[in-house]
């Protein structure tokens, strides 16, 4: 399903922090908001996931206002990983897991065959089966950023949001989650610090700077010498990767004259 962010706009604290940001995310397709700290990328996404409402603009899911949806309704349409998305409560994985399909359920109705099925087969696939029965505050970061994910994709949602999911995951839990992302069928948003991860990852990168979305489209297409240097004030080299021809950085430390 299509997502839409039209003409979003955000008001914090007296200033501007979002102007004007129109985005389309098409169905199926992984779109990374990538950008400097504090350039609007977590903003944007908290108007998707309702944490924010915008002072202008919609955020519009295939046909339907998000904002105009009922919170239930809007849950089974789309599923957040936010950065503070950890539980202060201590219960256990599979708890936890199990708590994305609340959306679509009433009141105590308990877990079905079929609900079990699903909870089940999302911890295999994020390798969280074998702590199913620990409690969550017992985890590492990136055990519980993983379970985190299961319970997202318990949802069964349309769209899924996720602000920073590579935090605290080592390299090869980045890599997998990154591909997972590809694999599951439905529209993603991300946003991602890393630009080799995002230029691997997405089939269309936006570039935030200062609340403005300055370029968007596929990675090649972005991720240029010139936007680098002027959004991110950082000077790099852009190449081809050897195996699979995407778009990789190559940073240059400020102190570096030339060649060494």
């Known amino acids: 399903m299509d997502l839409r962010l039209d003409d979003l706009s955000v008001d914090l604290g007296g200033r501007r922090i979002l102007r004007a940001l129109t985005l389309d995310v098409p169905a199926g397709q ?10 609007g990328k977590s903003t944007a996404l908290r ?19 998000l904002t105009a ?21 201590d219960f256990t994985v599979a708890e936890l897991v199990a708590l994305g399909r609340a959306p679509h359920l009433r009141g105590n109705q308990p877990l079905g065959a079929r609900e079990r099925e699903l909870c089940r087969r999302a911890m295999e696939r994020m390798e969280v089966s074998h702590l199913a029965e620990r409690g969550v505050l017992e985890l590492s ?20 949001v996720l602000d920073e999911p590579t935090n605290h995951l080592d ?13 599951v069928g439905v529209t993603v948003l991300v946003v991602l610090h890393d630009l080799n991860l995002a230029a691997a990852a997405c089939d269309v990168v936006g570039v935030l700077g200062e609340g403005s979305l300055v370029a968007a489209g596929p990675p090649e297409k972005v ?6 240097r002027e959004v991110f004030g950082v000077e790099a080299t852009v190449v081809a990767h050897p195996l699979t021809g995407d778009t990789q950085l190559l940073y240059r430390l400020p102190s570096t004259k030339g060649p060494r």
């Open 30 to 39: 992984v779109v990374g908001l990538v950008g400097p700290n504090g350039s």
């Open 47 to 65: 108007c998707v996931y309702r944490a924010l409402t915008p002072a202008t603009g919609r955020v519009l899911v295939g046909e339907h206002d």
């Open 69 to 89: 949806m009922g919170l239930r309704d809007a849950a089974r349409h789309v599923a957040a990983l936010t950065q503070d998305s950890g539980s202060d409560l």
């Open 141 to 160: 970061g990136g055990e519980r950023q993983r379970v985190l994910v299961a319970r997202a994709l318990v949802q069964e949602p349309r769209v899924l």
């Open 171 to 183: 390299v090869r839990h980045q890599l997998d989650l990154l591909a997972l992302l590809r694999e």
């Open 223 to 228: 991720l240029t010498e010139h936007t680098l």
